[in-house]
């Protein structure tokens, strides 16, 4: 049997067509099903569905072999224990930071402040301000970052932005680039080699529909 992680909403929706061009068609939505374990038009092969966080958790300690997940929460993860064989391109957006548009931010970094950065991704906002020298208290969040300049919990929030409709909808401005973000394909390591026969023509298919 293959299991393959996903979560639902652009995920699940972006990863549908790549499946399909591999022979694979799941048995149902599950936004219309509330179902977590997915069958297939393959007998071997079933789709969990998992939270976007869960992804990598879920395949780094087998309990799914492969999975998609978003750079973001691989860099979060720190990706122990899984193959990164292929960007699929999928779910793409941006990490970045963004102020209040009244916030003055290139000021406050040359003036050396310290700033109040809220985020849910601690790590990667902790590294990107390191590299850049910018003293940071950082302040986890679960979501809704978007608030948190707007009640003075922060100066500043590291969010994905697509639209950016989100922002503007909250008087908030990008203000920098943290990073380019789509989604990879991850592969448990011990599966990779114990399945081989199974999972390698799945990712050579996968590969091939990514272009
Ligand atoms: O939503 P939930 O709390 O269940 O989980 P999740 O947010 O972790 O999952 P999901 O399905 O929303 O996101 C899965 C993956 O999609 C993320 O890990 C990203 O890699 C990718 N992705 C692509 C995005 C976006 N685009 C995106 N725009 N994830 C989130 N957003 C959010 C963003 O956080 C912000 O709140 O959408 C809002 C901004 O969108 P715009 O279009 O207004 O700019
Ligand atoms: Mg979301």
């Not at 149902?28 to 069958?39: H, Q, T």
């Amino acid at each position: 049997m293959i299991t393959i992680a996903l979560s639902k909403g652009r995920i699940f929706d972006e990863t549908v067509p790549l499946l399909k061009a591999a022979g694979i068609v799941t048995r149902e939505d599950p936004e219309a099903s509330r179902k977590l374990i997915i069958a297939t038009n393959r007998r071997d092969v079933r789709v969990v569905i998992v939270r976007a966080t869960d992804v990598p958790t879920y395949v780094q300690f087998g309990g799914a072999d492969l999975g998609v997940a978003g750079k973001d929460v691989l860099d979060e993860h720190g990706g122990a224990g899984l193959y990164q064989p292929l960007d699929l391109r999928i779910a793409r957006c941006r990490m970045m930071v963004a102020v209040r548009k009244d916030f003055d931010y290139a000021t406050a970094v040359r003036q050396g402040a310290r700033l109040k950065v809220a985020t849910k991704y601690v790590r990667v906002a902790r590294e990107h301000f390191a590299a850049k020298g910018v003293h940071v208290d950082l302040i986890k969040l679960y979501g809704s970052m978007e608030l948190a300049p707007l009640t003075g919990l922060a100066d500043a929030i590291v969010d994905l932005v697509s639209t950016g409709g989100t922002l503007k909808a909250n008087g908030l401005v990008a203000v920098e680039e943290v990073g380019q973000i789509s989604s990879r394909l991850v592969v448990n390591q011990a599966a990779l080699k114990l399945k081989r026969a199974a999972l390698q023509p799945l990712i050579d298919t996968f590969a091939r529909a990514v272009g």
